[in-house]
């Protein structure tokens, strides 16, 4: 079985501030994908990064970037120079290779201050 | 390029009525499709997917049912509404097992 932890329910930072937002999985497999996803007030679901789990380098959006420690299974989001936009839900989410299933974490909320 | 349609936005049923939520995606051939359900500022609780026509698969035991009539169309139903069937719905699209892309939304509200 596959699932996500996201184990702060919610975090708070100053405008231009680094936060980092943290999640671990479980899997059996050796082949799978890692994603952040963004839920603004709007709730529209918004991908914000992916990671291939064979690859070592971790992926880089912009001002997001992950930090992707496969042995631990853990998958944290590093967003720098926060802006008030970034507010929003924020989702970690996996998938495995061969099966259909994509399962979230519980979300948590961050909310930046100016 | 893809999008994903979802209808209607919001929604507000009496129990016991009937419901019909319907997802349509344009751009692609034979893509995976979800329906999620969202609580009050909770996390998604995957409800049912669908890897081709007349192919679903359901996580979770409950009031509801889907269908895919079209490979580009997937339907959420119930006969009879419950209170508890009250939440965010979320339709999504997935290319390859790869990540999803999500509809608007529907804001159900059970009365």
């Known amino acids: 079985a596959q699932t996500v932890t996201q184990s702060q329910p919610e975090m708070s930072v100053q405008e231009a501030e680094t936060v980092t937002l943290s999640c671990t999985y479980d899997?059996?497999?050796?082949?799978?994908?890692l994603f952040w996803y963004k839920q603004p007030p709007s709730r529209q679901m918004i991908l914000v990064i992916r990671?291939?789990?064979?690859?070592?380098q971790n992926a880089t959006e912009n001002r997001f970037s992950v930090n992707f420690q496969k042995a631990a299974k853990s998958f944290s989001l590093k967003i720098s120079d926060s802006q008030l936009g970034d507010t929003a839900m924020y989702f970690c989410?996996?998938?495995?290779?061969?099966?259909?299933?994509?399962?979230f974490g519980k979300g948590m909320k961050l909310t930046v201050n100016p | 390029s893809q999008t994903i349609h979802q209808w209607p936005a919001t929604l507000v049923q009496p129990v016991g009525s009937p419901l019909s939520l319907e997802c349509t995606v344009e751009?692609?051939?034979?893509?995976?499709l979800y329906w999620y359900r969202q609580a009050a500022g909770r996390g998604l609780q995957l409800l049912f997917y669908?890897?081709?026509?007349?192919?679903i698969s359901s996580e979770v035991p409950q009031n509801l049912s889907a269908s895919r009539p079209q490979d580009r169309q997937f339907i959420l139903s119930s006969k009879k509404l419950l209170l508890s069937d009250s939440g965010f719905y979320l339709c999504?699209?997935?290319?390859?097992?790869?990540?999803?892309?999500f509809g608007q939304g529907t804001r159900l509200t059970v009365v």
């Open positions: 751009g692609t051939s034979n893509p995976n």
């Open positions: 989410a996996l998938t495995q290779g061969g099966s259909e299933k994509l399962v």
């Open positions: 999504a699209w997935s290319p390859l097992n790869t990540e999803a892309f």
């Open positions: 899997t059996s497999e050796s082949n799978y994908y």
């Open positions: 669908s890897v081709g026509i007349g192919q």
């Open positions: 990671q291939e789990a064979y690859k070592q």
